[in-house]
C-alpha cells in the first residue's frame, strides 16, 4: 500500500501536464485564451486521478488535492493579464480569468468523484 501512495504523486503530476498541454491545445484550436482552458483541464484531471490512484481515502485524497492544487494554481496565475491577441478587447489588463477556470475546473472534478464515492457507497 505505501508502493502506491508513492505512485500517486508521478500520476497526478503526468495528468496534471498531460491534461494542462491538451486543455490549452483544445481552447487555441477553437481561437479562445489557452491559459484557462490549460487550468480547467489539469484541475479537473488531477482531482479525478488523485480519487481513482488513492489506495485508501480516496475521497479525503481528492479534497486534499483540490486544496493544495488550488493554492499552487493561486501562486501561479496570480496576477494573470490579457495577452497581446486582445488588442483592443483589453490587452495587458489584469484578470482573474485563468484562477477562476482553474478552480472550477477542480469543483466539476470533485462533484464527479462526489457522485461517484455515493455511487459506490448505495451498491454497498
Not at 485524497?61 to 490579457?82: H, Q, V
Amino acid at each position: 500500500m505505501v508502493l502506491r501512495w508513492f505512485l500517486l504523486l508521478p500520476i497526478v503530476l503526468g495528468g496534471f501536464l498531460v491534461a494542462g498541454t491538451l486543455g490549452s491545445l483544445a481552447t487555441a484550436a477553437v481561437g479562445a485564451w489557452h491559459l484557462p482552458g490549460a487550468g480547467f483541464s489539469a484541475a479537473l484531471v488531477v482531482v479525478i486521478l488523485a480519487y481513482v490512484a488513492a489506495p485508501a481515502v480516496k475521497l479525503q485524497t481528492a479534497f486534499c488535492m483540490l486544496i493544495l492544487g488550488g493554492g499552487i494554481a493561486w501562486w501561479l496565475l496570480e496576477p494573470s493579464f490579457y495577452p497581446e491577441s486582445y488588442r483592443d478587447r483589453g490587452a495587458y489588463l489584469p484578470t482573474h480569468l485563468p484562477l477562476v477556470a482553474t478552480y472550477l475546473g477542480g469543483l466539476l472534478g470533485l462533484c464527479a468523484v462526489l457522485v461517484d464515492h455515493r455511487r459506490r457507497r448505495a451498491a454497498h
